[in-house]
């Protein structure tokens, strides 16, 4: 396995072996991003396509400032988003279902209760915008200013959409832990 | 402060679990990744690595221009020979001396100046073999070849002929074979030609291809499917058994492929605005007509239909030798589709007054009472309270109601509206319904 140094000047010279070895290290890695911005898996790994089109086509940008995983999993984000952005519709129409979610009790969880599977299955069964603001404030740690310019959206949206997201993500978890019988009840 | 606190658990939670998430992707992912790097790589000419794709093109571009040169070179000198592939075909084969080129049209005439016999040529199989013989003295005659066909293994027969080639055209009129009249030399694939024997008497006439056709009788018509250099060759036997020798060459160009299909730019708003995807192959210019008097000559335009309605969109691709194809089809844009739909509630932002603009982009969280719509040109919403006080109106599609009435959030509650306008068909509506005020 070569380092990440070799596979970066490999991948400049636009050496097919050095892009295999790029896909082979970092693919498990960046799809598991892409989970978590698709509603499947199937639009995670074309989402993963794209990303290593990128990647290899823009590989002179990495300027070694940062990690090389930093940099993949940025390109990875702004992919993601990209592809939220073009598959967008008529999603300013959400059910009002959605919003019977009210802020019930105080709860915190167990480090271990929940598989990361299960964050994923509870994750992508927020709306997708929800989604978005989440994935992007809690996990990657941008601000709601930054997400605001990013999803072209009002920063107080961006501020509502991830307290209800959170919300919604703590039912059904309470849910979910309720099902699971191992902690009966909200505390 | 405790909320705080509360909230990070989740965050923590989702981080922690996350930062390690790894997945392995379908084998068909690697795959077809690397496909597209490839067709990409392919399409992105890099100097700094020399490109195996750019090589074969350009040993194709070279193939064919000799290709081309030496058909041209042929109306003078015959190369096109295919030995061997053609049983009882005499295939006449030379290398040109001669320099002074006289007329277009060239007409090859081989002639027979061995006192023979008629049964020679129609059974003779084999390889045949040229060989170039001494210059005839006559000043008309520009080459001679010797041409000896090796008769069938075992027949124990010998035959030679001499060719020879001429070039002048009024010794053609004195020529006792007729000459070929075609329809076409040249052409585009698939092109049909008809070969016409000039003689008048009662020869026996036989017609032979490069490629292999035969037949038989005063005309022939052929139809040329592929593109390539043929060679028709026309072999008249007169009724004392002479033969006589004419040919004639054809090109046929390749031709390109018309293929296209349209999609709406922006489907979610309206199909007025479309783009074309040019699938042509191996043309050169494209020509696009949107059926509504705009045209186009780039290779993928966009265009934007001012009314809606049924167009017939083609595209006519024409390659390097002329050659062109069309393809078309029937576009309905907006297909009559007409509508104006207003949701059953939302949720005001808390913050404060927002104007009530939204576009479908920023209004995900359905903080402005809004229809969704297409082709409404005139608009006119008004929400009235429960009681019958205009609490809001606008005539602005851009505008719907932030849920404030002068700068206070509304109770929550049902509120009713009536919106009315015309679509750009000229087509009034009148819509009225009520709306529900969700606070959280």
Redesign the interface.
Known sequence: MLSDRDIIEGCL??S?KA??QL?DKY???L???C??YSAD?AE??DI??DV??RV??NIEEYTGAGSFPGWLRRVAVNTAITNYHRN???????D?EE?RS?ETG????E?DL???DE??KV?NEL?P?YKMV?NLY??EGYKHREIAGI????V??SK??YS?A?AM??EK?QKLRNIKGEYPGGE | MATNRRHKDIEDLFRDKFEEFSFEPGSGVRRELMRRVGRKEFLRFNPARFNIYYLTAAAAIAGISLVLIFSDVSSRSETDSEPSSNEGMAIIENTTTATDATGDTYQENITDVQAASGEVSEQSEGPVTVAKSSEQPDTRIKQSYTVSIEPPAGSGITRIITVTETTDLKSLNESPAGSIKASAVEGCAPLMIRFQSTTEGSEKLAWTSSDGRRSEGKEVEWLFSEPGVYRIILQVTDDSGKEDYSSIGVTVHPSPTARFDVSPVNSNISDREIMVFNYSEGALTSAWSFGDGEASSLREPTHVYGKSGSYNISLTVTNEFGCSDTASLVYSSSAGNYRIDFPNAFIPNKNGPTGGFYSPRSDEAANVFHPEYEGVTEYHLVVYSRTGAVLFESRNLNIGWDGYYRGQLCEPGVYVWRARGRFENGEEFSRSGDITLLRF
């Open positions: 010279r636009h097919r892009q295999q896909y693919s498990r890695f799809l598991g991003i989970m978590r898996r995670a790994e993963l396509q290593f089109v290899f086509f967008m519709k008529h999603r300013h129409h959400i009002i919003y009210a105080t709860v915190s969880f480090e929940f598989s990361a964050l994923l994750l709306p915008g989440f809690a996990i999803l072209n959206i009002d107080n949206t509502s959409q209800r959170r993500l703590r978890l």
